[in-house]
């Protein structure tokens, strides 16, 4: 019986890393492409759920999965053409210092606009409650995300690898020169790769809100546990990120399963582990022009 | 290097203390009306948690001491000297110990007063201890603030954990939730927690209720499936909940989001964080202090004034933090001194504080505990909520009109408590 409790864990584990996974992808994709660490990629999260919230009211939550993404997607433009590109070339303890002051300002508006105080927010009824397979128990909701999760992540992959956006982006994450000798202008791509960064991490927001807490400060909370995943995977890894995302899962379950009060020191154990054998993170490529 | 146009150099930066000392002079003399009333203000230092897992309760705690300031200032303040609350984030228990010294030593405050965590109301209540400065720990809930860490300089106005048990304990083990059953504890993984955990056990094992499993949950925890699973592994008949802040509104969301079957029992759960909770994820019987829908005249009035500021109902820490700043007016203008040994020797008096309740509430001079009413809440059927604030329902006050206030708390033989200081 034991064995199948830890198995239990196992599997859950695997279910949470979806979760993590999604506000871990864009992370990696915006630091590939740009070079820059997104430290606001929580507070997109954060405007997204509380978008989310607002057009849940009036449209309902369908709607909302839809709407949120597309709002966040189009302040992902500004905040691109705006912001991140005068930092591509920059030292990058300035894009760090810039993504992190715009992180604060906007946990702080959204404290002006909504309150400090957490908002209710609950899925639809019929979304609750769960499903038992065998000796497992799933949570019904969980389980929607974890597909959505997984299409979100198979349609990224595709869209870098099996198109011909996608061998730009690459060519360009390797070697912007040369793309731009071959006459292809990046910056297009570069704001495409970003609003489908933040888009990602609202619709994570859109998600998340019904069963963790709607709060200014939700997207720094978030914010900790995708890095943390980015950096075990490797920044830029696109398995390497799917690959750690699981790991944390797994590894925060299992130590909940033997010592319930380490559960959140997990991950950090992991990742300083990770990085004293392999300090470019478990999957990371070598990108010349970071080196 | 030439020292006229280097920004560093010595020459100018004597000039620009010059300057400042020139303007420094032509305002003390231009505006001395202006200078007097600035040292006459009465200077309060408030600490709460505005960040964090306790941060949405700390800015209901800001809004209601500021109405209260505002209210007194209007009425000509205390002592005819105007009241001035500065409010500061105090973070973590290093920062708010680090906060407090800086605001009695450069501020110049006059008391303390504030916090909602446990952990930091211990570290300023030993900064008040070593500064002989009032320290009025307002929303802090731990037993050990008022037992073995007691001492002379800290008063405390929220109800303390054993209270909290004891306010749902008489309608647990009436509804048949503890006896014979096997229990599930969750607990957040600090002072506080530890503390409830204590209080809860104890009342477990004095009902014959039977503890299976108790876990600690870190309070940056917000997804908690591990720990559901854990509980549901170990089959109790009840779940209990010694969770603190969001943990709470994340724990009773998810259980309800897996559908687990156990009634869900619990000692601590502010407003707010129900309220975050959303209808239809709560259940079970849990304490608080306050809450918006008392129908006493001053409540009523507290709560329209506070719709009226804010747009909301009050939260019991709004409440708490507006009743304290009252208290703490009162004892200052019937003192008439901001000293401390009179302050305390007004408070040791067992002074009666009106609390906007049916009843008044006195510290106690021993263990320099506030006595007061508090109230069991449960959640109204489904449907039958108005809005958004009002699927809470309230229960009566305990201990009962005829009961004594202090039937609830900590006796004598059980508090460690020794005044030092």
Known sequence: MQFVFLLEQVVNGLVLGGYYLLLALGLSLIFSVGGIVNLAHGAF?????????????????????VISPLVVGLLGVAFERFLLRRFYNADPILSLLVTFGLALVVEQLLRMVWGAAPLPSAMPAEFKGNVVLGEFLFSRYRLLLLAVVFVVMAALWLLLHKTAFG???????????????LGIRLAPYMTTIVVLGVATAALGGVLFGPITTVHPAMGTEIMTVAFVVVVIGGLGSFWGVVLAALLVGVVRGVTIHFLPAAGEASMYVLMFGVLMFRPRGLLGERIERFE | MKCDDTPGCPRQVLAGRRTVLQAGAAAALAWPALLRAQSDKIRIGHLTPMTGFLGALGEYATMGIRMAAEEINAAGGVLGRPLDVVSEDSVNPQVASTKAQRMIERDGVAVLMGEISSASALTISQVAARNKKLFMSIGARSDVL??????????HVDIPVTVMVNAVGQALVRDKMIQGKKIFSLSADYLFGHDLLKAAKKFFAANSGNLIGDELVPTDATDFSPYLLKIRQGRPDIVSSNLAGN?????????????????????NLNTAD??????????????TVWHHELPTPGSKAFVTAFVKKHGKPPENHAWIEYVSLKMMAQAMNEAKSVETDKLIAYFESEAQFDLLKARKGYFRAWDHQLMQEAYPFTVKPKG??????????????????????????????????????
């Open chain 2, 247 to 267: 943990q709470v509104t994340n724990f009773v969301k998810q259980y309800a989001e897996f559908g687990l079957p156990y009634p869900m029992v619990g000692f």
């Open chain 1, 167 to 181: 061998r730009v982006v690459r060519a360009g994450v390797q070697r912007p020169d040369m793309v731009a000798v």
């Open chain 2, 274 to 287: 129900a309220w975050a909770a959303g209808d239809g994820n709560l259940g079970g019987i849990w304490p």
């Open chain 2, 146 to 155: 008022r037992g073995k860490d007691c001492n002379r300089y800290t008063f």
């Open chain 2, 384 to 421: 039958q909520a108005k809005d958004k604030w009002d699927f809470l329902k309230f229960g009566d006050a305990v201990p009962a009109p005829n009961e004594p206030l202090e039937l609830l708390a900590t006796t004598k033989a059980d508090n460690t408590c020794v005044m030092s200081g």
């Open chain 1, 45 to 65: 999260y954060a405007i997204g759920a509380y978008v989310s919230l607002e057009v849940t009211r009036r449209l309902g939550f369908g709607a909302s999965v």
